[in-house]
T-cell receptor, first 110, second 113 residues
Framework: DAKTTQPNSMESNEEEPVHLPCNHS???????IHWYRQLPSQGPEYVIH???SNVNNRMASLAIAEDRKSSTLILHRATLRDAAVYYC???????????FGTGTRLTVIP | KAGVTQTPRYLIKTRGQQVTLSCSPI?????VSWYQQTPGQGLQFLFE???????NKGNFPGRFSGRQFSNSRSEMNVSTLELGDSALYLC????????????FGPGTRLTVL
């Protein structure tokens, strides 16, 4: 499985934008970039995914570098409910096993 | 739609025993995956079932097994429990597979004494 590298932790002030980076230098052409998050005492929750183009949904935006070796999850206005561990995962077309790294623990400061 | 449900939510067993955990996927979903989460190893993929067949398997010993029924409900079994099997076991359901979103249940917290 292709690996991803994320900072262990980040902090953000409430209602400020948050940019969570992810490096995936060994990504292959058929790897999708998925983001999941895990709130305390819950199972992981899907956030967003993309292949080459930037993506937006109601939860977040995903900015993918042109060479696809890195991506950034953007939360436009962090709330206290966004405090979670965020996982950046590469998923090869046809594969179903999500490989969770250590993720980034996001702390939101009121 | 109801979400993914897992039973039981909490379980305490002793070494050497065996345990069966159950997962009911979202209605209409045919793929069920199982994951183990521990503080030391993080979230690790166990196996995935699709239409009653194991389609993918992670790197776990044969003591960990699973099955899927015709209604897509799935069970996983761990035999000869070890202390290191204490973990949160998560089940995720998926509509078809591949890049479809996986929806996770709340997990079963297993403690082995």
């Amino acid at each position: 499985d292709a690996k991803t590298t994320q900072p262990n932790s980040m902090e953000s002030n409430e209602e400020e934008p948050v940019h969570l980076p992810c490096n995936h230098s060994t990504i292959s052409g058929t790897d999708y970039i998925h983001w999941y998050r895990q709130l305390p005492s819950q199972g992981p929750e899907y956030v967003i995914h993309g292949l080459t183009s930037n993506v937006n949904n109601r939860m977040a935006s995903l900015a993918i570098a042109e060479d696809r070796k890195s991506s950034t999850l953007i939360l436009h206005r962090a709330t206290l409910r966004d405090a979670a561990v965020y996982y950046c995962i590469l998923l090869r077309t046809g594969a179903n096993n999500l490989f969770f790294g250590t993720g980034t623990r996001l702390t939101v400061i009121p | 739609k109801a979400g993914v449900t897992q039973t039981p939510r909490y379980l305490i067993k002793t070494r050497g025993q065996q345990v069966t955990l159950s997962c009911s996927p979202i209605s209409g979903h045919r793929s069920v995956s199982w994951y183990q989460q521990t503080p030391g190893q993080g979230l690790q993929f166990l196996f995935e079932y699709f239409s009653e067949t194991q389609r993918n398997k992670g790197n776990f010993p044969g003591r960990f097994s699973g099955r899927q029924f015709s209604n897509s409900r799935s069970e996983m079994n761990v035999s000869t429990l070890e202390l290191g099997d204490s973990a949160l076991y998560l089940c995720a359901s998926q509509s078809r597979g591949s890049t479809d979103t996986q929806y996770f249940g709340p997990g079963t917290r297993l403690t082995v004494l």
